[in-house]
């Protein structure tokens, strides 16, 4: 018990920064795909290669919202497996422009800043362009275009 009065202090500390760690990850999707992606279809809008995306993962699943704006079928694993596979790229953009670490908060900077990427090999430069096309993508699932 003596131990319990010792330590709640960075007990009920470790709690908040857990929570708070937690909620600046987690960001609800308030466009979902709710109808498949075609191209020159009547609702669909923009000319998004889906193919492409697919070629790469599974998780590049391309779908659209009720508008026919294309969006990430699941955002979430779309984001994860953009930091698998493009890392370098990532890196590379935060490097140069100093951001904070790629997450579903920080995402706007990456999808300006990775056209512009002037350092780096040429595997870099190439990721970077397809983390700023992916970011065009994914940010149609949180906030309306239009």
């Not at 990456?110 to 350092?119: A, D, K, R, T």
Request: net charge positive; with cysteine.
């Amino acid at each position: 018990m003596k131990m319990l009065k010792k330590y709640w202090k960075w007990s009920l500390l470790g709690v908040i920064a857990v929570l708070v760690i937690l909620f600046s990850v987690w960001r609800p999707v308030r466009y979902p795909a709710a109808q498949e992606y075609i191209i020159g279809s009547g609702n669909c809008r923009g000319e998004v290669d889906t193919e492409k995306y697919l070629k790469i993962s599974d998780a590049f699943a391309i779908g659209a919202d009720e508008n026919g704006w294309a969006v990430f079928k699941n955002p979430a694993k779309a984001l994860h497996a953009l930091r698998t596979h493009y890392g370098k790229g990532i890196r590379a953009i935060q490097r140069e422009f100093h951001l904070l670490p790629l997450t579903p908060l920080t995402y706007h900077s990456y999808g300006m800043y990775g056209w512009q990427l002037s350092e780096g090999t040429k595997e870099e430069m190439q990721q970077a362009e397809f983390v700023s096309g992916f970011v065009d993508i994914y940010e149609n699932s949180f906030r309306r275009t239009s």
